[in-house]
């Protein structure tokens, strides 16, 4: 629909307030992440979260694996409301390596996460919540989840209530939920379907869904692998979204056994595009990352209220 005048226009922003009238570009937010390092990504979190009205942190680790030795990592944190329990909302904005020694753009995996995010945050900040919400933009994500293992280590999970995180949130309308983060986590996952429920979104619950920061914090991840931190069993939920066909054919590769019906050798899409050359922006709907935002402001509202009673 076109505004008759410009006038039409500042009334109706002027009705649905600030959040509208402060319509930010979600495909050029993404497409700002196409950079040749994660330092230079870092930057665009901090810009991005400062543009949308909050005072970002910089949390320096000292990070790094096997494979990149010693590394420092940055973290950017900031928070929402008051309140003495937390809500986190995270999700990871650094990107892989290729094997060519190139950046992959990390757009699909996971810029488009960190924008539906801080999109989320803006939505979230009119809300009357009684938890403060921390939002968490991790960075080392593809290192083996050492930002969030960090972020764990420094400020310990006395005060946290609930995780929410996003991994690749990029195209389509399907949101997608793990089941494997525990029993503790059973009240999240009732709050993702509630949602679902009342927005009549298409939703899939994976009883296998592949890792994310979620599993520090669950613990799930931690105590498979027989690692310290297996203690902490936060509730704890992973989202994403896809298309409607490709998130059920990632259903079956990762929880139909041998009758999953797929052909040999079948790999779902979105892990032909991740940590390869093919993760662009033509791959980008920024009706995606709308939809991401609106949900996650919906299920952190939801928990708040949930965890509140
Ligand atoms: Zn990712």
């Given at each position: 629909m076109l505004f008759r005048s410009l006038a039409a226009a500042a009334a109706l922003l002027a009705v649905v307030g600030p959040a509208s009238a402060q319509e930010v570009d979600l495909r050029a937010q993404v497409a700002?992440?196409?950079?040749?390092?994660n330092e230079a990504r870092t930057r665009v979190v901090v810009d991005q979260v400062r543009a949308a009205g909050f005072e970002p942190v910089v949390e320096t680790f000292a990070g790094g694996n096997r494979q990149t030795g010693e590394m420092e990592g940055r973290n950017v944190v900031f928070t929402i409301g008051e309140g003495a329990r937390e809500i986190l909302l995270t999700a990871h904005y650094d990107a892989v390596v290729l094997r060519d020694g190139s950046m992959s753009q990390g757009v699909v995996d996971n810029a488009a996460s960190v924008v539906g995010v801080i999109e989320a945050a803006r939505r979230l900040r009119e809300a009357d919540l009684d938890h403060r919400v921390r939002v968490i933009l991790f960075d080392q994500e593809e290192l083996g989840l050492i930002g969030a293992r960090k972020w764990i280590e420094a400020?310990?999970?006395?005060?946290?209530a609930a995780v929410v995180n996003s991994d690749v949130a990029a195209y389509g309308d399907t949101l997608m939920y793990g089941l494997n983060n525990g029993a503790q986590s059973a009240g999240v996952t009732r709050a993702v379907r509630e949602v679902c429920a009342e927005r009549a979104m298409h939703c899939v619950g994976f009883p296998v869904y592949p890792p994310s920061d979620d599993r520090a914090f669950s613990g799930a991840g931690l105590a498979e692998a027989g690692e310290?931190?297996?203690?902490d069993r936060v509730p704890t939920v992973s989202l994403g979204f896809q298309d409607h066909v490709g998130a059920h054919q990632m259903w079956l590769a990762f929880n139909g056994g041998e009758a999953n019906g797929l052909a040999e050798g079948f790999v779902p899409q979105v892990f032909r595009l991740i940590h390869s050359a093919g993760d662009t922006m033509e791959r980008v709907d920024p009706a995606t990352v709308r939809l991401a935002a609106e949900t996650y402001a919906a299920v952190v509202a939801k928990l708040d209220d949930q965890l509140a009673r």
């Open positions: 700002a992440y196409v950079q040749p390092t400020h310990g999970l006395a005060n946290v310290a931190g297996a203690t």
